[in-house]
């Protein structure tokens, strides 16, 4: 069966701590739901609660940088 067409998409890999993909995969095991679609969601949810003019408009602390 094809796969509906979820329009332009980019891959991103991470990796995460092994107790945390253990976890991954328990909740995607038991959700049914694919470990991309999950992650996908969670990405999505996680920057839809982001302000990039906030973000864009914070000047760098005067720290010094090692050189």
Do not use: N
């Not at 094809?2 to 095991?29: C, F, N, Q, W, Y």
């Amino acid at each position: 069966m094809a796969r509906m067409h979820k329009g332009d998409r980019l891959t991103v890999t991470s990796k995460i701590p092994r107790a945390d993909a253990v976890k991954l995969s328990r909740v995607v095991e038991i959700t049914s739901e694919s470990r991309s679609e999950l992650l996908a969601r969670l990405l999505h949810e996680h920057l839809s609660t982001i302000d990039l003019d906030a973000l864009e408009g914070q000047e760098s602390l005067p720290i010094a940088k090692a050189s």
